[in-house]
T-cell receptor
């Protein structure tokens, strides 16, 4: 079992839909990262959080440390949100990554 | 500020050769981390450098090495290339606070895509 599990692995939705991507981890962590990777490889850091909830535009990230679970939500999804979303946790001074969720938003 | 830059962007090598990849962090960032991304294994941590010292290392063989210069620029080297080393190599820089916190938001470069034939 991977230390960091994401679900779903693939997600296809229509423009405007509310999107939720989940991340569960099995070890104690000090912080969790949500990353976005577009075709071509470039990675952008969306959120870094260690408790509670953060919001940036249409993106919302939450984390429950006790349940070892985080969610990334996208409201009013748009085709430009199509990308791979990766959850990463900081453990023993290193980042451990989930396998990623490939999101496709159709117009 | 300019973002993280990596050179070269694409590289083709043959088995047994060695390769050196370069990463220039955002100005003022003293921590540089390197990652390997493959379709099978996903993203994996290679190593982290801070103030010219390797601070953390992932589970990779000794063929993978790196260094950091006084201007925070970093290089990674892979010797005796194998087919399985074909991957996207990403570096990321972060601003480490003087209080000692070793984890801050990371800013990723565009990556170097290495193909080993």
């Amino acid at each position: 079992k991977n230390e960091v599990e994401q679900s779903p692995q693939n997600l296809t939705a229509q423009e405007g839909e509310f999107i939720t991507i989940n991340c569960s981890y099995s070890v104690g962590i000090s912080a969790l990262h949500w990353l976005q990777q577009h075709p071509g490889g470039g990675i952008v850091s969306l959120f870094m959080l260690s408790s509670g909830k953060k919001k940036h535009g249409r993106l919302i990230a939450t984390i429950n440390i006790q349940e070892k679970h985080s969610s990334l939500h996208i409201t009013a999804s748009h085709p430009r949100d199509s990308a791979v979303y990766i959850c990463a946790v900081k453990r023993a001074q290193k980042l451990v990554f989930g396998q990623g969720t490939r999101l496709t938003i159709n117009p | 500020k300019a973002g993280v830059t990596q050179t070269p962007r694409y590289l083709i090598k043959t088995r047994g050769q060695q390769v050196t990849l370069s990463c220039s962090p955002i100005s003022g960032h003293r921590s540089v981390s390197w990652y390997q991304q493959t379709p099978g294994q996903g993203l994996q941590f290679l190593f982290e450098y801070f103030s010219e010292t390797q601070r953390n290392k992932g589970n990779f063989p000794g063929r993978f090495s790196g260094r950091q210069f006084s201007n925070s620029r970093s290089e990674m080297n892979v010797s005796t290339l194998e087919l399985g080393d074909s991957a996207l190599y990403l570096c990321a820089s972060s601003l480490v606070k003087t209080s000692g916190s070793s984890y801050n938001e990371q800013f990723f470069g565009p990556g170097t895509r290495l193909t080993v034939l």
